[in-house]
């Protein structure tokens, strides 16, 4: 089982993110749940969003405690949170930044989903979208197809930008 | 179809399907996306019900069994407070013989405010004469519903049935789900006593102490009869759409030792703690009970058997182990887990099994295990 | 209490010197930002000071108090099931004077927990002329469980249980208030919250069972910027959507912004354009909503002069 924890703030689509990201593993064949996880949510508060994906139904329910994965879309949460906590050793980071991040000791991977969003014109109520081109990051690392992130996504979303944002994010990520 | 849904999410799709006449409802969290999915559905076009926004859950279940005595299906959700607030009428639904069906998302009750998960508000719904099912994943919870329908409406039954399903770990949880065309799986409702102008009778009058027990023993008959109806209706299913559901979902009990006991999404996670344990050599297995009223049958013969509550009878007990205790006549290590959305692990359960003293009681984060 | 407002044209200006410094709401709070309830709260508090209890029920009261073992209020504050506040009130207040104490009992209560699921309560508190003061901060939705519809939200207005707009018109709480004798009754608004200090002062002083209505907009729920909330309470005033006034002993006496926004009334359209929640409002609602707001300050005005 291969478990995921994501980053953000309240309002920016974590959960939705969260969703997309099950959903692709869904039509790669795979069972996945996804779960926000209920604090005290309030705009602009950080949340967590747990995704866990497995080649067989998943009967765990209770939080993830050491992902293989960890997602930060909002680097500016780790002000205040610890968001290593719990990381596997050998676990893989990613984050929305322009820059690379070092966490010792975990392999990180940035792209700027901020600046591609923004690029494509892909901002809602002067936020920019950052689920649907995570989503191709998370494609270039191999934990969904290609393919089956755009289906997530077009499942989801009728605007096209939002698919051009995600194989933007694909582009632009180095492995 | 395959998507990803919420549990919630995923009972609102089934009664979309169900297609009730009327649904009344309120909202109170965690079950706020049932009933504004449902209002949705509704403002849409794409379900041809009514909708009733009333004012209180008291009012909820009242209007519900206003709609149902005319002879149409309805529909309502709630959870804890909002649960205890109707309780006088769910009483009064169950004894008008109304097949209303009910999601009720289990949350704890306060004070203090909590809105997490605990089945202690279902389980104050024990003794009405309402069928109780407890679900532990998004199929499970539109499957379980789909079927509700045709069982409460069954003219063998004709009681109420109530969905359970867990607080935020379910009703809030994304999982695949598989909707089905239901067809002529639920059939068209018919109420033998539904109002009828041309045959004007009077219900729920005036009944004295010579005649009312007889509605009562009529309640219970029904709740007898109800098991076959369940199992009739669940080896439909499996039939006609491939999944099969039972009284109880047992796990690798064959050749158990010790029996792990649990209901909702602790009952699904215990069988990680039983591969866990299996793996050490301890011959345990898990039973997860689906139906509670009525009161499914246990073959706990010669086993231990450890049951977890998520619940407490306060002066008595868990209260699905005592339950178990005094149908099956045997004891159990009785665990109280899981209270006010407490996190309960498969890791824990596993350590419920290895430390279990058979006769006594535990409280999860409160007694250490000696 | 002589009034320090000097001019008419600063009616507005909140008079600092005459409000205590004494804070009763404290930081760290779990509202949203541009709450008008906490705003609200702030000054219900310092207008009752430390002889005070509140109390709560289901709200979003009951979250913005915070979680367990904080509190944010400096009073005590007893929270109750959702249909009960008025009658919990009741023995509270009942209980104090057996005791031959004098603190005040007020009710802190959202529009839900009064319209609708607390009306009962809140009737019989009345009817049998408890001594305690109740308080209905409005956002006209159940704001707590998410943006629900409530008796109080305006026609034409959505919720996420009314995906294309309330097809019924809000209800009149305030006409069900004043139809059970109320000593002191008044409406306000968080926008004016000298005006809220001033009433709930007021209203401390009588016996019996007193009112008072706060229109709360509420970012989240009417969906506009957290900054524009008192600009939001602003033009539900000035385009007299809202009306701010007091019942004293039956006597009517509309306060002094809604006196000018009678004389001249911005467009409702002002008032209901930056909000999300009326985007897209049918012609049809839209016109009794004017209707509506045209009878009803011509029946106001008209009370006023009758009562004078």
């Given at each position: 089982?291969?478990?995921?924890?994501?980053?953000?703030?309240?309002?920016?689509?974590g959960?939705t993110?969260?969703r997309l990201l099950a959903?692709?593993?869904l039509h790669?064949?795979?069972y996945?749940?996804?779960c926000?996880?209920y604090?005290a949510e309030r705009?602009?508060a950080p949340?967590v969003?747990?995704?866990?994906?497995d080649d067989?139904?998943?009967?765990?329910?209770s939080?993830?405690?050491?992902p293989?994965?960890?997602i930060v879309?909002d680097?500016s949460?780790?002000?205040?949170?610890d968001?290593?906590?719990g990381?596997?050793k050998?676990?893989?980071v990613?984050?929305?930044s322009?820059?690379?991040?070092?966490?010792?000791g975990?392999?990180t991977?940035?792209?700027d989903?901020t600046?591609?969003a923004?690029k494509e014109?892909?901002?809602?109520?002067?936020?920019p979208?950052?689920?649907t081109?995570?989503?191709?990051a998370l494609?270039k690392m191999?934990?969904?197809?290609?393919?089956?992130?755009?289906s997530?996504?077009r499942g989801?979303?009728?605007?096209e930008?939002?698919v051009?944002?995600a194989?933007a994010?694909y582009?632009?990520m180095?492995? | 179809m395959k998507?990803?849904?919420?549990?919630n999410k995923?009972?609102?799709?089934a009664?979309?399907q169900?297609?009730?006449a009327?649904v009344a409802a309120y909202?109170?969290?965690?079950?706020?996306?049932?009933?504004?999915?449902?209002a949705?559905f509704?403002?849409?076009g794409q379900m041809?019900s009514?909708?009733?926004p009333?004012?209180?859950e008291?009012s909820?279940?009242a209007?519900?069994i206003?709609?149902?005595?005319?002879g149409?299906?309805?529909?309502?959700?709630?959870?804890a407070h909002?649960?205890?607030?109707?309780?006088e009428m769910?009483n009064?639904?169950?004894?008008a013989?109304l097949?209303?069906?009910?999601?009720?998302?289990n949350?704890s009750l306060g004070p203090?405010w909590n809105i997490?998960a605990e089945?202690?508000?279902?389980m104050?719904?024990?003794?009405t004469?309402w069928?109780?099912?407890?679900?532990?994943?998004?199929?499970?919870a539109y499957d379980?519903?789909l079927m509700a329908?045709?069982?409460a409406e069954?003219?063998?039954?004709?009681?109420?049935?109530?969905?359970?399903?867990d607080?935020f770990?379910l009703s809030?949880i994304?999982q695949?789900?598989?909707?089905?065309?239901?067809g002529?799986f639920i059939?068209p409702i018919h109420l033998?006593h539904?109002?009828d102008?041309n045959?004007?009778?009077?219900y729920?009058g005036?009944?004295?102490?010579?005649?009312h027990?007889?509605?009562?023993?009529?309640?219970?008959?029904?709740?007898?009869?109800?098991e076959?109806?369940i199992?009739?209706?669940?080896?439909?299913?499996?039939?006609r759409f491939?999944?099969k559901y039972g009284?109880?979902?047992?796990?690798?009990c064959?050749?158990?030792?010790?029996?792990?006991i649990?209901?909702?999404?602790?009952?699904?996670?215990?069988?990680?703690?039983?591969d866990?344990?299996?793996k050490?050599?301890i011959?345990?297995?898990?039973?997860r009970?689906r139906?509670?009223r009525?009161f499914?049958?246990?073959d706990?013969?010669g086993?231990?058997?450890?049951v977890i509550?998520?619940d407490?009878?306060?002066?008595?007990?868990g209260?699905v182990?005592?339950?178990i205790m005094?149908?099956c006549r045997?004891?159990?290590?009785s665990?109280?887990?899981?209270?006010g959305?407490?996190?309960v692990t498969y890791?824990?359960?596993?350590?419920?099994v290895?430390?279990?003293?058979?006769g006594?009681?535990?409280?999860f984060?409160v007694?250490?295990?000696? | 209490?002589?009034?320090?407002?000097?001019k008419r044209?600063?009616q507005?200006?909140?008079?600092?010197?005459e409000i205590p410094?004494e804070?009763?709401l404290?930081k760290?709070?779990?509202?949203?930002?541009?709450?008008?309830?906490s705003?609200?709260?702030r000054?219900?508090l310092?207008?009752?000071?430390?002889?005070?209890?509140l109390?709560?029920?289901?709200?979003c009261t009951?979250v913005?108090?915070g979680?367990?073992p904080?509190?944010a209020m400096?009073?005590?504050v007893?929270?109750?099931a959702?249909a009960?506040a008025?009658?919990?009130?009741?023995g509270m207040?009942?209980?104090?004077q057996?005791?031959g104490?004098?603190t005040?009992?007020i009710?802190?209560a959202g529009?839900?927990?009064t319209l609708?699921?607390?009306?009962?309560?809140m009737?019989g508190?009345f009817e049998?002329g408890?001594?305690?003061l109740y308080i209905?901060?409005?956002?006209?939705?159940?704001?707590?469980?998410?943006?629900q519809?409530s008796g109080a939200t305006p026609?034409?207005?959505k919720?996420t249980?009314?995906p294309?707009?309330?097809?019924?018109e809000?209800?009149?709480?305030?006409?069900?208030?004043?139809?059970?004798?109320?000593a002191y009754m008044?409406?306000?608004?968080s926008?004016?919250?000298?005006?809220?200090?001033k009433k709930v002062?007021?209203?401390?002083?009588?016996?019996?069972p007193t009112?008072?209505?706060?229109l709360a907009?509420?970012?989240?729920?009417?969906?506009y910027?957290?900054?524009k909330t008192?600009?939001?309470g602003?033009?539900?005033v000035?385009s007299?959507?809202w009306?701010?006034?007091e019942?004293?002993n039956g006597?009517l006496?509309i306060?002094a912004?809604s006196?000018a926004a009678m004389?001249k009334p911005?467009?409702?359209?002002?008032?209901?354009?930056?909000?999300g929640?009326?985007?897209?409002i049918d012609?049809k609602?839209?016109e009794?909503?004017k209707?509506h707001?045209?009878e009803?300050l011509k029946?106001?005005?008209?009370?006023?002069?009758a009562?004078?």
């Amino acid at each position: 089982m291969f478990e995921i924890r994501i980053h953000s703030r309240g309002g920016q689509g974590g959960v939705t993110a969260a969703r997309l990201l099950a959903m692709a593993a869904l039509h790669d064949g795979k069972y996945a749940t996804a779960c926000p996880f209920y604090g005290a949510e309030r705009r602009g508060a950080p949340v967590v969003s747990f995704v866990r994906i497995d080649d067989h139904p998943i009967r765990v329910y209770s939080q993830i405690r050491d992902p293989d994965l960890v997602i930060v879309l909002d680097a500016s949460v780790m002000e205040t949170v610890d968001v290593l906590n719990g990381l596997k050793k050998g676990g893989r980071v990613l984050i929305n930044s322009a820059h690379k991040p070092d966490f010792a000791g975990f392999s990180t991977y940035n792209v700027d989903l901020t600046g591609i969003a923004l690029k494509e014109n892909l901002v809602v109520a002067g936020s920019p979208i950052l689920n649907t081109p995570v989503l191709g990051a998370l494609a270039k690392m191999g934990i969904v197809s290609a393919d089956s992130a755009k289906s997530a996504i077009r499942g989801m979303f009728t605007d096209e930008r939002n698919v051009k944002a995600a194989e933007a994010a694909y582009q632009e990520m180095s492995i | 179809m395959k998507e990803i849904a919420t549990g919630n999410k995923a009972i609102a799709k089934a009664v979309k399907q169900a297609l009730p006449a009327v649904v009344a409802a309120y909202p109170i969290t965690p079950q706020t996306e049932i009933v504004e999915t449902i209002a949705d559905f509704v403002t849409s076009g794409q379900m041809k019900s009514r909708y009733i926004p009333v004012e209180s859950e008291h009012s909820a279940m009242a209007a519900c069994i206003g709609a149902s005595i005319t002879g149409v299906r309805t529909f309502t959700a709630t959870s804890a407070h909002g649960l205890l607030y109707m309780h006088e009428m769910t009483n009064w639904a169950a004894g008008a013989r109304l097949p209303i069906v009910m999601a009720n998302v289990n949350r704890s009750l306060g004070p203090g405010w909590n809105i997490w998960a605990e089945h202690t508000d279902a389980m104050q719904e024990r003794d009405t004469g309402w069928l109780q099912v407890y679900v532990s994943t998004v199929q499970e919870a539109y499957d379980t519903t789909l079927m509700a329908f045709r069982i409460a409406e069954h003219n063998d039954v004709l009681l109420p049935v109530m969905v359970n399903l867990d607080g935020f770990v379910l009703s809030h949880i994304m999982q695949p789900l598989d909707t089905v065309e239901p067809g002529d799986f639920i059939p068209p409702i018919h109420l033998p006593h539904a109002i009828d102008v041309n045959n004007p009778t009077g219900y729920g009058g005036l009944t004295g102490p010579d005649q009312h027990f007889r509605f009562k023993w009529d309640i219970e008959r029904s709740m007898r009869d109800s098991e076959k109806v369940i199992a009739a209706t669940e080896a439909d299913f499996a039939k006609r759409f491939g999944r099969k559901y039972g009284p109880v979902e047992e796990y690798r009990c064959e050749d158990a030792d010790v029996i792990l006991i649990a209901m909702g999404t602790l009952g699904k996670e215990a069988e990680v703690a039983i591969d866990i344990l299996r793996k050490e050599g301890i011959k345990a297995g898990s039973m997860r009970l689906r139906w509670f009223r009525p009161f499914p049958k246990l073959d706990l013969k010669g086993k231990e058997v450890v049951v977890i509550d998520r619940d407490y009878s306060f002066g008595y007990g868990g209260i699905v182990a005592h339950e178990i205790m005094a149908k099956c006549r045997c004891d159990v290590y009785s665990v109280i887990a899981g209270l006010g959305g407490q996190e309960v692990t498969y890791d824990d359960m596993a350590e419920f099994v290895r430390k279990r003293r058979i006769g006594q009681e535990f409280w999860f984060g409160v007694n250490d295990h000696v | 209490m002589q009034p320090s407002v000097k001019k008419r044209a600063v009616q507005e200006l909140v008079i600092i010197a005459e409000i205590p410094k004494e804070e009763y709401l404290k930081k760290c709070t779990s509202a949203c930002a541009g709450c008008s309830s906490s705003l609200s709260l702030r000054y219900v508090l310092k207008a009752a000071g430390h002889d005070t209890v509140l109390v709560v029920p289901a709200c979003c009261t009951s979250v913005i108090q915070g979680i367990y073992p904080h509190t944010a209020m400096n009073v005590p504050v007893y929270n109750v099931a959702f249909a009960a506040a008025a009658a919990c009130a009741s023995g509270m207040t009942e209980a104090f004077q057996a005791m031959g104490k004098k603190t005040h009992v007020i009710v802190y209560a959202g529009d839900g927990g009064t319209l609708d699921i607390g009306i009962q309560s809140m009737s019989g508190a009345f009817e049998r002329g408890t001594d305690f003061l109740y308080i209905c901060y409005d956002n006209e939705a159940y704001g707590n469980t998410g943006m629900q519809r409530s008796g109080a939200t305006p026609l034409g207005a959505k919720t996420t249980t009314t995906p294309t707009g309330k097809t019924v018109e809000k209800k009149d709480i305030d006409a069900i208030a004043a139809a059970h004798h109320l000593a002191y009754m008044a409406t306000a608004c968080s926008a004016y919250p000298q005006d809220i200090y001033k009433k709930v002062a007021k209203a401390l002083t009588f016996r019996g069972p007193t009112f008072i209505h706060i229109l709360a907009p509420c970012p989240p729920g009417w969906r506009y910027p957290t900054e524009k909330t008192i600009e939001m309470g602003k033009l539900a005033v000035k385009s007299g959507m809202w009306v701010l006034y007091e019942r004293e002993n039956g006597k009517l006496t509309i306060s002094a912004p809604s006196k000018a926004a009678m004389r001249k009334p911005i467009p409702l359209e002002d008032y209901l354009k930056p909000q999300g929640r009326f985007k897209g409002i049918d012609a049809k609602s839209l016109e009794i909503l004017k209707q509506h707001l045209a009878e009803n300050l011509k029946k106001l005005a008209a009370e006023e002069e009758a009562s004078a």
